[in-house]
């Protein structure tokens, strides 16, 4: 006979999930014991739910495999929900397997008793409570079914005296159906996306994550096409290396090379993406969106022909369709002002760039130059990490730093939370794609506004000899809360962040900490952090006041950055006085 329990862990284990992540108790006790008793399963406990559910979310999207999380009765499944709403809104597999209260206490208002299928009801899309044996396979099931086709988020609920009941004897143990055949546009919507295409003089494309597989067929089409090639930053991964075409992210992060691509094209070409911000989108541009799922067609920007289907196939029977061959123009004026732009950004992070002329003038008029610089962090990092190093980053300045100054080369993986925004995700994200491979190089981009957040997981790394390299980018800022301040003319506020020595923290716990203060050490610093075989923490105190400049500045910004920055002087000297 089977219980539950061992007949979700079984489930589980011939599904390929090798991690389940989450804090041990009450109703989740017999399901713990059953991966207790799977030798294909670890079982990771971590200090915060949330943690776990960033966890599990990191896993799925790097392996395309289920991911899996659980949190006990009533508070504890409640701290999975914001990593699990970026695992949803990442379209990342995960399965949470959460507690409740037993069967006869169900709806009496009991001891930390939640309506679980209501509360996890906009997160995942599939929640069920299970109330028998008899229906517990169906619904692991078809909860491993919604999870896995969607994908997203499913949430399986257990009491606490299900658990450990025997299933039926004729119980069929959960199947699962996973084919995702490629869809392709009809031939009539193809033939008039080429006719546009033809049409037009300059071609730009937009390409996202959605994109990723599709790799040959998107160089392909933009060397047809002379297109430039601007990448969301989900992109990055699999389609910035070896890539001519490529220049760059746009928006906040972006730069100037890829804000001319949009402003001077006469045809953008979505692929596989879901770009949120309108304002950046060029105007008065006929524009062609393809996208496997249907309802994202012209949900960011009004769109003269949607092509509903996966990127490759798609691709390929469009470049068979299109007849015109483009001038290079185009295409080499935006190339031109990329590498203009990224030689700059190159000489920022150089070691020495502060005993250069230019540094040495910035010094001599504002003496937080001598603090570390981000840029030079970030340029570090990217000089001395793996070929296959998996990257994460925070949500905030580190996110910025990591898309200028860190090529996705070789086989590099990238994870953030850049659809949710969430803050404190990069490290939780890191101890889940370490938990994947513990002889790859994991380098997590944290913002000590995040960190701090779930900085009690950083004992996880310990615990599971997890060897992941967390970088703080310690600025003593929530920097990017600071520069949306000074943007629209408000002076800095609220967003100082008193700081502890992160490196002595990190010690006491059991991570191989370094602190770094001094730019002269920087490099040194990184290398041997990098290098280091086991769990790492390296605090670089760096400069708050470093500014990104995205690609297009607009006048009311620059007036109210100008205008921030003498109301943040004269504050200053008034508390000075």
Not at 26 to 48: F, Q
Not at 317 to 336: D, F, I, Y
Not at 510 to 527: E, M, Y
Request: aromatic residues 4%.
């Amino acid at each position: 006979m089977t219980t539950v329990a061992k007949m979700i862990v079984t489930a589980l284990a011939e599904q390929g999930v090798r991690t389940v992540w989450g804090v041990v108790g009450d109703a989740l006790n017999p399901v713990t014991d059953a991966i207790r008793e799977e030798d294909r399963i670890e079982w990771i406990g971590v200090r915060h739910e949330e943690a776990g559910a960033f966890a599990a979310s990191a896993q799925a999207q790097l392996s395309g495999t289920l991911g899996v999380c659980m949190g006990t009765v009533g508070p504890g499944s409640i701290h999975l929900l914001n990593g699990l709403y970026d695992a949803k809104k990442s379209h990342a597999p995960v399965l949470a397997i959460c507690g409740q209260v037993p069967l006869a206490d169900l709806g009496s208002d009991m001891f930390q008793e939640v309506d679980n299928d209501l509360l996890f009801r906009d997160v995942a899309s599939f929640t069920r409570t299970i109330t028998s044996a008899e229906q517990a396979t169906g619904l692991t099931e078809q909860a491993l079914q919604a999870a896995l086709t969607r994908p997203g988020v499913a949430v399986l609920t257990l009491p606490g005296d299900v658990g450990g009941l025997e299933l039926p004897d004729d119980a069929a143990p959960p199947r699962t159906a996973v084919a995702h055949p490629p869809t392709v546009p009809d031939a009539d919507s193809v033939a008039r996306a080429a006719r546009l295409i033809d049409d037009a003089k300059r071609v730009t494309l937009l390409v996202g994550i959605g994109a990723r597989e599709a790799r040959d067929e998107v160089l392909a089409l933009a060397g047809r096409l002379k297109a430039p090639m601007v990448l969301t930053l989900r992109a990055k991964e699999g389609l910035e290396r070896d890539n001519d075409f490529q220049v760059g992210q746009n928006g906040l992060i972006g730069n100037p090379a890829a804000q001319l691509a949009f402003e001077t094209c006469d045809l953008l070409l979505m692929v596989g993406t879901d770009f949120p911000y309108r304002e950046w989108y060029p105007s008065g541009t006929t524009v062609i969106q393809i996208d496997a799922r249907a309802e994202h067609i012209g949900r960011r920007v009004q769109v003269d022909l949607g092509l509903v289907g996966h990127a490759a196939p798609t691709l390929s029977a469009l470049a068979g369709a299109v007849r015109s061959k483009k001038q290079a123009k185009h295409l080499k004026a935006s190339q031109e002002l990329y590498d203009e732009w990224r030689k700059r950004q190159h000489k920022l992070a150089l070691p020495d760039y502060d005993k250069t002329l230019i540094g040495r003038v910035r010094d001599k008029f504002d003496n937080t130059t001598k603090s570390i610089r981000p840029e030079a962090l970030a340029g570090a990092i990217e000089r001395h990490a793996a070929e296959d190093a998996i990257f994460t980053c925070d949500t905030g300045m580190s996110t910025v730093w990591l898309s200028r100054f860190v090529m996705m080369t070789g086989t590099r993986r990238l994870i953030g939370s850049f659809n949710l925004g969430s803050m404190a995700n990069a490290m939780p994200q890191a101890l889940g794609a370490q938990a994947l491979d513990r002889n790859r190089q994991v380098v997590a981009f944290a913002g000590d506004g995040g960190l701090s957040m779930l900085l009690g997981d950083l004992m996880t790394a310990v615990a599971y000899e997890l060897p992941v390299k967390i970088v703080v980018f310690d600025n003593g800022r929530l920097g990017m809360v600071k520069l949306e301040q000074e943007q629209v003319g408000q002076p800095e506020f609220g967003t100082v962040l008193r700081n502890p020595d992160f490196a002595a923290v990190a010690s006491a716990i059991g991570l191989h900490a370094t602190r770094v203060t001094d730019p002269d050490q920087l490099d040194d610093a990184v290398q041997v952090a990098l290098a280091h075989p086991g769990p790492v923490l390296l605090d670089v105190v760096t400069n708050p006041d470093e500014v990104a400049v995205p690609g297009k500045v607009t006048v009311d910004q620059a007036w109210g950055f100008a205008i921030a920055k003498m109301k943040e002087t004269v504050l200053s000297q008034g508390d000075t006085s």
